[in-house]
């Protein structure tokens, strides 16, 4: 359900300038003359977005002055839609932010909307010859096609004592179907939507959490500003970012209120209200606080765990496109300014 694949930049980038172009025409998106902020979301609404609808549910965006819109999902990364100006903030992930910051997009991390991981590694819960990473060796893993992936999977299988030797077809959202049907052996759901999808399908799976085989934790869920804009409206970005902080935090605190309002923000969009309210309560018991109990705050260790990771595969490429190995201070990569203590 959820794509965390980069479609290529050039293509990308392209695409986001002609938005904000358009934008810019008919003057209804430029934020910097008092208008509405641009939110673009990495898909069609899901519980990962719970706290913006929240937010706007409840009234935090009018309360704080802020007229917010959310820009229709197409298949352009929000890494490039924010970088290039076509939207001022975006959901995204601290993989794709990595790539996208290497290369020279103008963007900052300003939430962690999810504090770990909330994808593993899923198998179906019928495969008794699969009971732990290592057995993933010869199998065929279900890819999105995303940068990184494939390193990630082979770190968590050698870390298990195997070789990391699989073959990836990039299958996308057919990912779930190959799974489920046995053309595929193991893919990367999101626990707290493709995973409870699976079990109220019939389709139960068996996950496995990278971090219990000493893989570094992630901020799987970021919010994302563009940074010329942050830098020229600091006490919108404070507004807005406050106001979405509160949402999750309200998620985090009340989830079934934070689930109704998701479903009556998007009339329609959920084929099941089970598959919302379980999600919502998941993300609640799980990912939505750090270790001190706050929703939305980051720290530098977490950050260079898995990006730093990312350095080291080769995998990450400069502006120029030529791989990158020397890490960056990670701490200006993202920033706690803008949240409520």
């Known amino acids: 359900m959820l794509s965390r694949a980069l479609r290529p930049l050039a293509v990308a980038l392209a695409l986001a300038l002609a938005l904000s172009g358009c934008a810019a025409e008919d003057g209804s998106g430029g934020s910097a003359g008092g208008g509405p902020i641009r939110v673009a979301l990495d898909w069609t609404p899901n519980t990962n977005h719970i706290g913006l609808f929240a937010a706007q549910q409840a009234g935090y965006f009018r309360d704080a002055g802020l007229d917010v819109e959310f820009l229709p999902y197409n298949q352009t990364s929000p890494d490039t839609l924010v970088g290039s100006g076509a939207a001022d903030f975006g959901v995204g992930f601290q993989d794709s932010f990595t790539f996208s910051k290497a290369a020279g997009a103008d963007i900052t991390s ?3 909307i999810l504090q770990h991981w909330a994808t593993e590694i899923a198998v179906r819960s019928d495969r008794t010859d699969i009971r732990r990473p290592r057995d993933l060796d010869g199998k065929i893993y279900a890819g999105f096609g995303g940068p990184g992936e494939n390193q990630k999977m082979q770190a968590v299988i050698r870390a298990d004592g195997g070789r990391g030797d699989f ?11 190959a799974l489920y049907s046995g053309q595929a052996d193991f893919t990367e759901p999101f626990v707290n939507v493709e995973g409870i999808e699976a079990q109220l399908r019939g389709e139960p ?12 934790d992630s901020y799987n869920v970021l919010l994302l500003g563009n940074s010329t804009w942050l830098r020229d409206h600091p006490d919108r970005a404070r507004a807005f970012v406050q106001a979405v902080q509160k949402g999750y935090v309200l998620a985090a ?28 309560q998941m993300l609640s018991e799980r990912f939505l606080r750090d270790t ?23 995998t990450v490429a400069g502006p120029d496109g030529a791989p990158v190995r020397q890490k960056p201070d990670f701490s ?3 920033t706690n300014d803008y949240l409520a203590p």
């Open 205 to 216: 799976i068996r996950t496995f959490r990278y971090t219990d085989y000493g893989f570094p």
């Open 332 to 334: 200006t990569w993202f």
């Open 292 to 314: 001190q109990g706050r929703v939305g705050f980051q720290t530098p260790q977490q950050w260079a765990g898995f990006s730093g990771f990312l350095y080291d595969t080769g």
């Open 110 to 112: 300003v939430m962690a």
């Open 253 to 280: 605190q009340d989830p079934a209120t934070a689930a109704r309002m998701l479903k009556e923000a998007n009339p329609g969009a959920f084929t099941s209200d089970a598959l919302v309210d379980r999600g919502a």
């Open 167 to 177: 073959r990836t077809e990039v299958l996308s959202t057919a990912a779930y179907e």
